[in-house]
């Protein structure tokens, strides 16, 4: 409900319709106006809204109800807004608040224009994307804009307090409001509503004419009632649209027979691969549109409100899984797999969040990419020089990986592109990469202190360069290794720590010879790669969840299949077992040039360590986890030199601090790492806490394996990120003996 002082007196509608019933219906429930009025020259529409107690007094004569109005709604066609508008204006109070529900905004901007010789600044202009089947008053529906959309159009000239007004009514319709442009809003609906309905009715009344009988109609299954499904809507009211965004329909329905054209050609000359290609796009695109709707996909992370809830009374953790395919091989298959010559296979790739951010990036940039269908994905690649400028910026979610690589790779292309992420990713420096891309002859311009979005400036040649890394980052060192495909000369990258090699050995893979010596990695640029086949071994990262989960429950005997095992990546194997982990490495092998075991763990008790600090970079994703491993352990575990812990997806050492220390777990946070005084064991290490994981999905999946041996229920806040990297975790946990629940909200 409303504040009392914030209610309107008299609410009027203009046009008693489905639209303007259900605004009153839904106002009224929350209070928004005093007094209910409608207008509409129909006597079964005004009839039918006294009954259904949409309004309380009704009128055919807008000089009779007008002069008492706050607020108008204006629910009558496009095509009639201008007479309404002139009968309307004699009777308006001064300070009444005008709005509209039209599907065009131009032709009701124009006039309003025509009429008041400009728009009035109490004139909001708005659009609901809703609607029904049905219409008329009795249509009326009060949830009918519930968690939908209602577009505003204001313009400068606008008076704030009367769009915070129109805002209110909307939302207290259980909209969610958004602002655009009336141009583009024109675009944007021919393009999404306006061009479906033409189409359906086109489609309809074809075979309708076809067939005069409709025995046609007999046959048709379930896709073409749902394409269809619209044409069942008011004719007079969408021929009044299609006139009113005249031009804007034109421009959609010339790229749309464009689209048809390519299809038909196709098919008369039987290309295949056109079909496949356009037939991908567009499955990618509903696929994501699905994912926006139902807030599942990476676009949508920071909507959707997921908790996982840890509960007592696990036993053991037993069995043989095998957990996602490696995060930073799929995203390098993407990419290399884009740029080489001919085709490539892969299989085990991540279907999680962060990776198919990385390959709509590339189907963004013309790459057709099919998949991912159970891990297999085929990229037909386009050579060094074969990407597309994109149609707008590129939202890579809450991918760092995806960010950074793909700013060494965009910096040498002929066109211009910008970066853009989640509210966890646009915390991230970037500058890492900026700066030395910069003295390679990059264009490149960030936010404040260095934050997303990056905006790269294209055609800028690059040179080669030797750079010292003033971190250890494999992400640095990729971005420059991939710039370095384009420079002119020697790229030479020296780290100060080895970081995981994952980019070299894949380059090596599609015949681009990088050459190690010592710490330093160099290739010379002007190369091609050409197109392989990649198995991508399960993620170490995600694998150590489970590796912990085994090492701390007595009684445990897991075996994790396929993992791999890269020298460059194996500091998590290391650490345990020098925390008196039983962890055993089983059927050794190489597959792709990446090096993969079955990993097996049995419970034994652990102790605490001093880590040692060339094992940092080795395991620098793996920390929050066995931090977990370090609260089980009998003493003290202290870790040093992991400044770069601060500035992952969260500061990881003062979080996991603080979810330690509300889990009554003594810890001291140190400047570059962290002291934990573990419990040994005593059986139940952590208490029970509410947890917030901030954007981090290491920091939650941490947490849940953490309820593996809590008192009392773990409560882990906003765990829809985990999708960034381990799509399943929950249930996985579950079936090797967690107790995980899952609450979605």
């Not at 395919?325 to 797999?337: E, N, P, V």
């Not at 500035?647 to 889990?663: F, H, T």
Request: with cysteine; glycine share 10%.
């Amino acid at each position: 409900m409303l504040e009392a002082n914030q209610a309107v007196n008299k609410l009027l509608i203009v046009g008693l319709g489905l639209i303007g019933g259900s605004v009153a219906l839904a106002a009224r429930r929350a209070g928004f106006a005093n007094t209910y009025l409608g207008v509409d020259l129909a006597y079964e529409e005004r009839q039918g809204a006294i009954s259904l107690g949409v309004v309380d007094q009704v009128s055919a004569s807008l000089a009779e109800l007008v002069p008492d109005a706050d607020f108008i709604l204006l629910a009558v066609p496009v095509l009639a807004m201008e007479p309404v508008l002139t009968a309307l204006k004699p009777h308006l109070k001064p300070t009444a608040v005008v709005t509209d529900v039209g599907s065009a905004k131009a032709v009701v901007l124009e006039a309003a224009k025509k009429v008041f010789n400009k728009l009035p600044p109490r004139l909001i202009l708005g659009h609901p994307i809703a609607g029904a089947e049905k219409s008329g008053v009795l249509a009326s529906q009060v949830d009918l804009f519930a968690g939908r959309k209602v577009i505003l159009t204001p313009t400068a000239n606008n008076d704030p307090e009367a769009l915070a007004l129109v805002t209110q009514l909307w939302q207290a319709c259980g909209a969610e409001v958004i602002e655009m442009d009336v141009i583009k809003h024109d675009q944007v609906l021919a393009r999404t509503s306006h061009l479906p309905h033409l189409l359906a009715f086109s489609l309809v009344e074809t075979l309708a004419r076809k067939d005069e009988r409709l025995e046609i109609f007999r046959y048709a299954a379930g896709g073409f009632r749902d394409f269809t499904r619209v044409a069942a809507s008011d004719p007079v009211m969408w021929r009044d649209i299609f006139l009113a965004n005249r031009d804007a329909t034109l421009e959609a329905l010339d790229e749309f027979l464009e689209g048809v054209q390519r299809l038909k050609t196709a098919v008369e000359s039987q290309d295949a691969e056109a079909l496949v290609s356009t037939f991908t796009k567009a499955k990618s695109a509903r696929d994501y549109f699905t994912a926006l709707l139902n807030e599942t996909g990476y676009q949508t992370m920071q909507t959707t409100t997921l908790n996982f809830i840890t509960q007592p009374g696990a036993k053991t953790i037993k069995g043989k899984i095998r957990v996602p395919g490696d995060k930073s091989i799929s995203h390098r298959s993407i990419m290399l797999g884009s740029l080489a010559e001919g085709v490539t296979q892969v299989k085990g790739f991540l279907e999680g969040e962060d990776a198919l951010a990385t390959l709509q990036t590339f189907r963004d940039m013309g790459v057709l990419i099919e998949g991912p269908h159970n891990g297999q994905v085929t990229i037909h690649g386009v050579g060094m020089n074969g990407l597309k400028k994109p149609q707008g910026p590129l939202y890579l979610g809450n991918s760092g990986t995806t960010m950074r690589l793909l700013a060494g790779l965009l910096a040498a292309q002929p066109f211009d592109t910008e970066l853009t992420g989640d509210a966890s990713l646009s915390k991230r420096p970037m500058n890492r990469v900026a700066d030395p891309l910069r003295l390679m002859g990059a264009q490149i311009a960030t936010a404040e202190n260095g934050r997303p979005p990056l905006k790269i400036t294209g055609g800028k040649p690059l040179k080669g360069i030797s750079y010292d890394l003033p971190m250890a980052s494999a992400q640095v060192k990729s971005c420059l290794l991939l710039a370095g495909l384009w420079a002119e000369g020697e790229t030479q990258v020296t780290e100060p720590a080895p970081t995981r090699d994952h980019t070299e050995r894949m380059l090596n893979g599609f015949g681009y010879q990088v050459r190690q010596e010592g710490a330093t990695a160099s290739l010379t640029g002007g190369g091609k790669l050409t197109a392989t086949e990649i198995d991508i071994p399960a993620d170490i990262s995600s694998a150590t969840f489970f590796m912990v989960a085994a090492a701390i429950m007595p009684g445990s005997d897991l075996t994790l299949e396929h993992v791999g095992i890269n020298p460059t990546r194996d500091g998590v194997i290391n650490i345990l077992r020098l925390m008196g982990a039983n962890l055993e490495l089983i059927n050794q092998r190489e597959v792709g040039g990446e090096p993969v075991a079955d990993i097996r763990v049995r419970y034994a008790p652990l102790k605490g360590i001093a880590i040692p600090e060339d094992q940092v970079p080795l395991a620098i994703d793996e920390f929050p986890a066995l931090f977990i491993a370090a609260a089980c352990a009998d003493g003290v575990t202290t870790l040093s030199g992991a400044e770069e812990l601060r500035v992952k997806e969260s500061d990881r050492i003062q979080v996991m601090a603080d979810g330690l220390l509300d889990l009554g777990v003594e810890c001291t946070v140190l400047d570059d790492g962290i002291q934990i005084i573990g419990k040994g064991e005593q059986a139940e290490v952590f208490g029970s806490a509410e947890i917030i994981c901030h954007h981090d999905h290491r920091i939650a999946m941490s947490f849940a394996v953490a309820g593996l041996r809590a008192s009392g229920n773990i409560l882990i806040k906003d765990c829809a990120v985990v999708n960034t990297s381990f799509p399943g975790f929950a249930e996985l946990l579950t079936s090797v003996g967690g107790k995980l629940l899952v609450e979605q909200k």
